[in-house]
């Protein structure tokens, strides 16, 4: 089962998230291919430098051809095509974890279903894509987690269909393909005809903009997401509004090789794993730390507009 979002660490009360969110996006701007154009910082914090002891911890593989990572970049803002270049939170963070660790980053747009498999057979080496660091994905992949939020609902605005996320029994509703939302979905459309209701219209995406663009034009009457990047589709569409609070909130988590390529599970738990996987992920999540606590971390999210999910502390495998 491939499942995306939802986050935890730094717990967000689900209505004070929202607000959180929502006002920080409403200063994003509109435009670019695949949604707003490239928002700019307001803050500023110490350059970044290379951090000798996490590179030292890199597998040599790795230190010798840089990161490579495998991204979604239908999921604005975390990671987006603006201009026919990959942008976003994600990227960013992303470089800043390259400039920490001393090597080069290079982002490969991949479908989301796709990426996980990918670092398993030795094609990416790095998943940044606004994963879920849940206990299922660390079966296959480590985790350094980074960001908290959960699932929000968007609808067009004045709700004129009347949808509640608790019974939009019959309505049309977009998700995007392996995402948790699509589970989420499905046991609510399971309690609609439990309850002798009508089933809810589930049309699945394979990219996040696409769903958006369908409750946008009126073709889905709702749907399910990200909290930042439902709150970004509401600020950048102008036509959308929020329904509801969020909820389910857990951490994502930038996803590290944990077995060699070609195999398909993890040795469990993480710290009897090979010294190498063990101590690649440590990398990242010290590079992680280092920009938390350097400031670096907090800019870029205010760059996005996503400081509402900042977290302080970075874990290694949270999900129990």
Do not use: H
């Not at 989301?112 to 670092?119: C, T, V």
């Not at 102008?238 to 390529?261: D, F």
């Amino acid at each position: 089962m491939s499942i995306r979002i939802q986050r935890r660490t730094a717990v967000i009360g689900a209505a004070l998230a929202t607000a959180s969110f929502l006002a920080l996006a409403a200063c994003g701007s509109s435009g670019g291919s695949s949604a707003g154009s490239t928002p700019t910082s307001t803050t500023s914090a110490a350059p970044i430098t290379k951090d000798a002891t996490l590179a030292a911890l890199l597998p040599a593989s790795v230190a010798s051809t840089g990161l490579k990572v495998g991204t979604d970049a239908t999921y604005p803002p975390n990671e987006y095509v603006d201009g026919g270049k990959t942008v976003g939170m994600d990227v960013d963070l992303g470089n800043a974890i390259g400039q920490v660790l001393g090597v080069p980053v290079t982002f490969t747009n991949s479908p989301f279903n796709g990426i996980l498999p990918g670092i398993q057979s030795g094609k990416y080496n790095l998943g940044i894509s606004s994963f879920t660091a849940n206990a299922e994905r660390q079966k296959v992949v480590n985790f350094a987690t980074y960001l908290s939020a959960g699932t929000q609902w968007a609808v067009a605005k004045g709700n004129p269909d009347n949808i509640s996320i608790d019974n939009a029994c019959g309505k049309k509703v977009a998700v995007q393909t392996a995402t948790v939302q699509v589970d989420d979905i499905a046991a609510r459309s399971k309690a609609c005809t439990d309850a002798g209701k009508p089933a809810i219209n589930v049309s699945k995406y394979q990219n996040q903009t696409d769903a958006t663009g369908a409750v946008a034009s009126g073709k889905a009457q709702a749907m399910l997401a990200d909290l930042p990047v439902t709150v970004y589709a509401v600020t950048t569409t102008g036509t959308l509004q929020l329904l509801g609070a969020t909820y389910a909130a857990a951490p994502y988590g930038i996803a590290v090789p944990c077995g060699s390529a070609g195999k398909t599970a993890c040795i469990s738990p993480y710290t009897s794993q090979t010294p190498e996987n063990a101590n690649y992920v440590k990398a990242i999540q010290g590079a992680i730390q280092k920009l938390i606590d350097g400031g670096q971390y907090i800019q870029i999210l205010t760059k996005w507009n996503i400081q509402g999910g900042a977290i302080t502390t970075s874990e290694i495998n949270p999900a129990k």
